[in-house]
């Protein structure tokens, strides 16, 4: 009896075994328009039309591992505060996940909108006009990326394979801080540079690798996921919301390998552009683009495929609280709010106002890392700048290591503890939101998740 006992026991417990093994990784792409119509306000200027490229909003849910991963990259200059808060609790809701396995990054372009509810909360509560920071179209868009990924989850496929590949694109970024004997920043090369001597200074210090992560089913591929770091910009301000350089990069390659979705996301190029190669000329954004583009294609096709499995993906995230400066005040920020003409509201200080409130009231920003494999991909805040993303590279050599930047844009520049003390443009008081030492903070956290 005792031994038809435990057979029995055996018979069941192996019967459930092919459920186990039924469970595979499986991949949902979703896509949609984020344009606004003519007449909203975007972070700069008004929307007048609208026949250029439409903004995107497109990503993946990996579903198989666990609870679904979204990751998610948005046509937008920034989304930051509630508002990055509202758009990963909305996504998590459409994937049955929780915010934790949600990543939502802004690729930064500036012909786009702002998205903040909690900057435009502060705006309307002391009877200001909230300007870029009116939320209505950010909702209604964020409505229908949610409705998207929904339904992404009736057609997702399965994953049989993971593609890794890298290459370096040439003459796009370049650093925009440049440097004089003593040190010190004493000039600013910004995204566009006409003065041809700024042209003609040294590169400097740029990440020069587009990485590619690619989901096949079998010999198909699904999903195309790539990383670059630098800003986005060749020239804006057109009234025109397009998804600049990077996009229509995009958009080549979409044309090229139609099967997949492609998603890009920006890296930490807080301190990059393509300055050093564009003088604002409007000609310059297809040539920029064709160059991202024929890096995007050359890593493409150096991609290396190997097998994967749920057991090979993983999500891990660290909160981590980031410093604030001396210089952020509350008293000062609100009598600046009542006290400024109306377009200095662009600048933005609403949003410090809500970041500081924030931030004292113990709020985390979380640091992510998806594992795919042998590959690790890092999702961070702000606008980063390019030396967290080579540290992260240099601390794991034995594995492929990408970075999207520009999550919650609350921080906005986010430099090394050494470059607040060389000046320029992004460690000012007016750019960066956080304190010198916000860099061991992000590199404690990068640390960390690389060696788990």
């Given at each position: 009896m ?8 055996l018979?069941a417990?192996l019967s459930?075994?092919p ?6 990784l499986?991949v949902?792409?979703?896509?949609t328009?984020?344009t606004?119509?003519p ?12 026949w250029d490229m439409?903004?995107?909003a497109r ?5 198989g591992?666990g609870?679904?991963?979204?990751l998610c990259?948005v ?7 509630e508002g ?6 909305a996504?998590a809701?459409?994937?049955g ?6 990543t939502?990054?802004a690729?930064?372009?500036h012909?786009a909108p702002?998205c903040d509810?909690g900057a435009?909360a502060?705006l309307k509560?002391?009877?200001?006009d909230?300007?870029?920071f ?5 909702r209604?868009?964020l409505?229908?990326?949610a409705?998207a990924?929904?339904?992404s989850?009736?057609?997702a496929q399965?994953?049989t394979e993971i593609?890794?590949g ?20 004493r000039?600013?090369?910004y995204?566009s ?13 740029i990440?020069?690798?587009v990485?590619?992560?690619s ?8 999903a195309?996921?790539s990383y670059y ?9 057109t009234?025109?919301p397009?998804?600049?350089f990077?996009?229509?990069a ?6 090229a390998?139609?099967q997949?979705l ?5 890296g930490?190029?807080g301190?990059l552009?393509a300055?050093?190669?564009n003088?604002g ?10 160059r ?14 190997s097998?994967i ?5 993983a999500w ?8 604030l400066?001396?210089h ?5 920020l609100?009598a600046?709010l009542?006290?400024?003409?109306a377009p ?6 609403a949003?410090?106002?809500?970041w500081l409130r924030r931030s ?6 979380e640091v992510g ?6 590959a690790r991909v890092?999702?961070?805040p ?5 030396e967290y ?7 794991r050599p034995?594995?492929?290591v ?7 844009y ?6 090394t503890?050494?470059?607040y003390?060389?000046?320029g443009?992004?460690?000012e008081?007016?750019?960066?939101n956080?304190?010198p030492?916000?860099e061991g903070?992000?590199?404690?956290a990068?640390?960390?998740?690389l060696?788990e």
């Amino acid at each position: 009896m005792f031994a038809r006992v435990v057979a029995f026991a055996l018979w069941a417990s192996l019967s459930l075994l092919p459920a186990v093994r039924a469970e595979r990784l499986r991949v949902a792409p979703f896509d949609t328009d984020v344009t606004p119509p003519p007449g909203t306000r975007m972070a700069y200027d008004s929307v007048t039309n609208t026949w250029d490229m439409s903004l995107r909003a497109r990503g993946v849910v990996l579903l198989g591992a666990g609870e679904p991963i979204v990751l998610c990259a948005v046509d937008w200059i920034g989304i930051a505060n509630e508002g990055h808060d509202a758009f990963r609790a909305a996504l998590a809701q459409a994937a049955g996940t929780t915010v934790q396995r949600v990543t939502v990054h802004a690729l930064h372009q500036h012909d786009a909108p702002d998205c903040d509810f909690g900057a435009e909360a502060i705006l309307k509560n002391e009877g200001l006009d909230a300007l870029n920071f009116e939320g209505t179209f950010q909702r209604e868009a964020l409505q229908r990326l949610a409705a998207a990924v929904r339904a992404s989850l009736a057609g997702a496929q399965e994953v049989t394979e993971i593609g890794l590949g890298e290459a370096p694109v040439r003459e796009v970024a370049s650093n925009r801080r440049i440097f004089g004997p003593d040190g010190k920043v004493r000039a600013v090369r910004y995204t566009s540079a006409p003065d041809p001597k700024l042209r003609a200074e040294p590169e400097g210090t740029i990440d020069p690798i587009v990485s590619l992560v690619s989901f096949w089913n079998t010999n198909r591929p699904v999903a195309v996921l790539s990383y670059y770091a630098t800003h986005p910009q060749s020239y804006y301000r057109t009234g025109l919301p397009n998804p600049d350089f990077p996009g229509l990069a995009r958009f080549l390659r979409q044309l090229a390998v139609p099967q997949a979705l492609h998603v890009h996301f920006n890296g930490a190029g807080g301190n990059l552009g393509a300055g050093k190669y564009n003088d604002g000329s409007p000609e310059n954004r297809r040539v920029l683009a064709e160059r991202l583009a024929d890096g995007m294609k050359r890593a493409w096709d150096a991609t290396k495929r190997s097998p994967i499995s749920v057991a090979d993906v993983a999500w891990r995230a660290e909160g981590v609280a980031l410093p604030l400066p001396k210089h952020l005040d509350e008293a000062k920020l609100v009598a600046e709010l009542k006290g400024r003409s109306a377009p200095f509201l662009t600048r933005g200080e609403a949003s410090r106002l809500a970041w500081l409130r924030r931030s004292q009231a113990g709020h985390k920003i979380e640091v992510g890392c998806l594992t795919l494999g042998r590959a690790r991909v890092l999702h961070l805040p702000g606008e980063l700048f390019v030396e967290y993303q080579l540290a992260a590279k240099a601390e794991r050599p034995d594995r492929f290591v990408a970075l999207a930047a520009y999550g919650d844009y609350a921080p906005w520049y986010i430099g090394t503890e050494r470059a607040y003390s060389e000046g320029g443009y992004e460690t000012e008081p007016r750019s960066s939101n956080v304190a010198p030492e916000v860099e061991g903070v992000l590199l404690g956290a990068i640390r960390k998740l690389l060696a788990e």
